[in-house]
């Protein structure tokens, strides 16, 4: 089983829709979740960064983290074309400085 | 707003031959990393740097691999002898403190080994 799955898309949406991504991850000792966007030929850029099980809102953006599932999710309201990019999930525990752990990224399209 | 500066944006170069790929971390940060993607897959850590060392480092990140801050401002990544599986994107990261601090990426060096 690999630590961390995400669905790689793509995923297509119209403008306005709301968007769920997700990752499922393995390993419990995971402790901090990251939403990062990517993209294309660019770095990864941070979007949300949580710890612990449950809901942070951050304008169109809200990160859910059910450790008890080993599942986190990323939800886009009133999404926009500037949105399309590849969202990808990033974990770690509480050893070791930022050695985190990636999903593969999910590529969504959203279109006028 | 401050970022991380990677450069060059893409390297291109002979196997067998040294890379020293550059980045410029935010000012204020202590702590820094490499991660390298190569295309199609996904973000991988290499390593992690404080105080003038390595602090941890993956499989990946053997002999071949080196880092250093030469000076106040700069942090570098050295492949002593490029293999065709070294062809990646590479990113460079800082964070202003330790573990539960917020990690930012450059826009990455495109490596391509010939």
């Known amino acids: 089983q690999k630590e961390v799955e995400q669905d790689p898309g793509p995923l297509s949406v119209p403008e306005g829709a709301i968007v769920s991504l997700n990752c499922t991850y393995s390993?419990?000792?995971?402790?901090?979740f990251m939403w990062y966007r990517q993209y294309s030929r660019k770095g990864p850029e941070l979007l949300m960064y949580t710890y612990s099980s449950g809901n942070k809102e951050d304008g169109r953006f809200t990160a859910q983290v059910d450790k008890s599932s080993k599942y986190i999710s990323l939800f886009i309201r009133d999404s926009q074309p500037s949105d399309s990019a590849t969202y990808l999930c990033?974990?770690?525990?509480?050893?070791?400085?930022?050695?985190?752990?990636f999903g593969t990224g999910t590529r969504l399209l959203v279109s006028p | 707003e401050p970022e991380v500066t990677q450069t060059p944006s893409h390297q291109v170069t002979q196997m067998g031959q040294e890379v020293i790929l550059r980045c410029v971390p935010i000012s204020n940060h202590l702590y820094f990393y490499w991660y390298r993607q190569i295309l199609g897959q996904k973000v991988e850590f290499l390593v992690s740097?404080?105080?003038?060392?390595?602090?941890?480092k993956s499989e990946i990140f053997d002999d071949q691999f080196s880092v250093e801050r030469p000076d106040g401002s700069n942090f570098t990544l050295k492949i002593r002898s490029t293999k065709l599986e070294d062809s990646a994107m590479y990113f460079c990261?800082?964070?202003?403190?330790?573990?539960?601090?917020?990690?930012?990426f450059g826009s990455g060096t495109q490596l391509s080994v010939l």
């Open positions: 390993n419990s000792a995971f402790q901090y």
């Open positions: 740097f404080y105080n003038n060392e390595i602090s941890e």
């Open positions: 990261a800082s964070s202003e403190q330790g573990w539960n601090e917020k990690l930012f």
């Open positions: 990033a974990m770690k525990g509480n050893t070791g400085f930022q050695k985190l752990v």
